[in-house]
C-alpha cells in the first residue's frame, strides 16, 4: 500500500486510527472476555452422539452477538444439506452476516466455527470442560480457543472498528461462523453453493490456526492434505497349523510386514515413488524442542530427512495407525490368512490428494510379496492448501500483525489438514486466503484442558481490528 501525505500538510489519519483501535480493544475487553465466556458455557459438540440442541443454542447465541453489532444487512442462520439426495439430512446450523462495500472498497469474509469438539473424560481436566475458568493468563474451557476465541476475534474487532469509524464505514464485510467444522464440515461445499451470494468476499480470514509462541503472529501458509485407506492383505484360503505348512506357504502377517516395511527407507522418509515435497522455508526448531513435544524416548531417533518443521509442514509421511489380526491373549499356532490395516498419510502441499492416493496404491502393488491379494476401501481424502502470499491481503495482514504485536509474522505450515480450505479456494478461486488464529503452543485445542492465552488473544483480536481498518482506508488502486 502506499500512503501518501495530503497537500495541506497534515498528516495522515492512519496512526491515529490506530491509537484508538488499541484503545477501543482495550477497553471492550473485559466484555469480550465475558462474551465468549457465555459461548464457552454452551456444550456444542458437533458430534451425531450429542444433544443438537447445544449447537442449535450456540448458532442463537452467536446470531445475537452479531445482529448486536449493528452493522450488517443480513444476520441469519441457515443450514444446507449433506450431500444431493432428495432425503438428505440436514447440516449443522450456521450464522452468516453481510454489509454491502461502498465506495470501492473490498469484501472481507471472516470465518470461524461456533462448534467445538467432545470433552472427552471430565477427569482429565483440571476444571470442569463447559465451565470457562481463568487461571493465571488463559482462560480454560472446551472451545475457550478452538474457535469460540476465533468467533469472538471477528466480533471483537469489528465492534471496535465500528466504535472509532462509526457503523458507516466503507468496507464490506460477510460473516460465516460454521456449526460443523469438528464434525467433518459435511455440508460446507453445498453451504457454499448455495450462500455464494452472502459470502463472496475479496480475501477470506479463516480464524482457526495458531500462532508461533505468546510474543509472535503468525499466518499459516501451508497446510498438509489427508489419505487414509483400509487395505486388506490375504494369502490363504482359509487358516492353517502353523506347525504343518509354516515354511511352505507365506502367512498374511509376513506379507502385509514385508509390504508395509517398503513404505519407508531405513532412515524413516517415505519411500513411495510420486510422492511429492513442497519447498517451504521454515523457522528455526531443534531435535531438542521435538524430543520434549513429543515425549521421543532416549536414544531413539527422529526420523526422515530435510529441517525437523519441513518434515511436518512440506513432506508426506505415511503411518499405520491400526492392524486387524488376532490379538496375543488369542493366538494361536495359526498361519493367519488375512490382515487388515488402516493406511493413513500426509500430503505435502503441492500434490491432490487424488495424486497421493494413486500413488500410495501403486506402491503398495506394485511392491506386494508372493502375489499376495490386496483390496481397499474405506477411503477419506483431504486436500492440502499452500497460500499464494504475493497478494495485497496477505502484505495488510502482515502490517496489521506487526502493528499489534509489536513483531513481524512468522509463517508456519500445520502437520494437519483442514480440509475446508481447499473447498474454500474451490468455490472462490480469486479470493485470497488467510489463515490466523488465537492459539499458541500450550492451547491444546481437541485435548484436556484446553485454553486461550489472554494475551495472544487481545493481540490477535487487535490485528484483526487494524486489518479491517486498513481495508477500510484502501483505495481502488492501490
Ligand atoms: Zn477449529
Do not use: C
Not at 341 to 347: E, I, K, M, Q
Not at 379 to 392: A, I, K, R
Request: aromatic share 6%; no cysteine; glycine share 8%.
Amino acid at each position: 500500500m502506499t500512503e501518501s501525505l495530503p497537500a495541506d500538510g497534515a498528516t495522515t489519519d492512519l496512526p491515529t486510527t490506530s491509537d484508538a483501535l488499541r484503545g477501543a480493544v482495550e477497553a471492550a475487553f473485559p466484555a469480550t472476555i465475558a462474551d465468549l465466556t457465555r459461548l464457552v458455557k454452551i456444550p456444542s459438540v458437533s458430534w451425531a452422539a450429542f444433544d443438537a440442541a447445544h449447537v442449535e443454542a450456540s448458532a442463537e447465541a452467536v446470531a445475537e452477538l452479531v445482529r448486536g453489532l449493528g452493522v450488517f444487512d443480513l444476520v441469519e442462520i441457515r443450514r444446507a444439506a449433506i450431500g444431493d439426495e432428495a432425503d438428505a439430512p440436514m447440516g449443522k446450523p450456521a450464522v452468516v452476516a453481510r454489509r454491502a462495500a461502498r465506495n470501492g472498497r473490498p469484501t472481507v469474509l471472516l470465518y470461524a466455527h461456533h462448534d467445538v469438539q467432545p470433552p472427552g473424560d471430565d477427569t482429565d481436566w483440571e476444571s470442569t470442560p463447559f465451565e470457562p475458568t481463568l487461571r493465571g493468563d488463559r482462560l480454560y474451557g472446551r472451545g475457550a480457543a478452538d474457535d469460540k476465541a476465533g468467533v469472538m476475534a471477528h466480533i471483537g474487532a469489528i465492534r471496535a472498528i465500528t466504535e472509532v469509524l462509526g457503523a458507516d464505514f466503507d468496507l464490506g464485510i460477510a460473516l460465516f461462523i460454521e456449526g460443523e467444522e469438528e464434525s467433518g464440515s459435511l455440508s460446507f461445499a453445498n453451504f457454499l453453493r448455495e450462500n455464494r451470494d452472502v459470502l463472496e468476499a475479496d480475501a477470506i480470514v479463516v480464524a482457526d490456526s495458531g500462532n508461533w509462541d505468546l510474543e509472535t503472529p503468525s499466518l499459516t501458509v501451508a497446510l498438509r492434505g489427508a489419505v487414509a485407506f483400509r487395505l486388506r492383505v490375504s494369502t490363504l484360503a482359509h487358516a492353517s497349523h502353523s506347525g504343518m505348512f509354516g515354511g511352505a506357504v507365506p502367512d498374511a502377517m509376513l506379507a502385509a510386514i514385508q509390504l508395509l516395511a517398503t513404505l519407508h527407507d531405513a532412515d524413516g522418509s517415505v519411500a513411495v515413488e510420486g510422492l511429492t515435497s513442497a519447498d517451504l522455508e521454515t523457522p528455526a526448531y531443534d531435535e531438542a524442542q521435538l524430543r520434549a513435544e513429543t515425549g521421543l524416548l532416549d536414544g531413539v531417533t527422529p526420523i526422515g530427512t530435510g529441517t525437523i518443521l519441513s518434515r511436518i509442514w512440506a513432506q508426506p509421511s505415511i503411518t499405520i495407525t491400526g492392524i486387524d489380526a488376532p490379538t496375543v491373549a488369542n493366538a494361536s499356532n495359526t498361519l493367519v490368512p488375512s490382515v487388515a490395516v488402516r493406511l493413513s498419510a500426509r500430503v505435502a502441499p503441492g500434490q491432490t490428494d487424488v495424486d497421493a492416493l494413486a500413488a500410495i496404491r501403486s506402491h503398495l502393488e506394485q511392491h506386494v510379496p508372493f502375489g499376495a491379494k490386496l483390496e481397499f476401501d474405506a477411503f477419506e481424502l483431504g486436500q492440502p492448501f499452500l497460500v499464494d502470499t504475493s497478494g495485497w491481503a496477505v502484505a495488510e495482514s502482515n502490517a496489521a500483525m506487526e502493528e499489534a504485536w509489536g513483531k513481524a509474522p512468522v509463517e508456519i505450515g500445520v502437520g494437519g489438514s483442514i480440509p475446508f480450505i481447499a473447498e474454500l479456494v474451490a468455490e472462490f478461486p480469486s479470493a485470497q486466503i488467510l489463515v490466523t488464529g488465537v492459539e499458541d503452543p500450550d492451547s491444546r485445542a481437541h485435548s484436556p484442558n484446553e485454553s486461550l492465552h489472554l494475551g495472544v488473544f487481545q493481540r490477535a483480536l487487535l490485528a484483526e481490528a487494524l486489518f479491517l481498518a486498513r481495508l477500510d482506508a484502501r483505495s481502488e488502486d492501490s
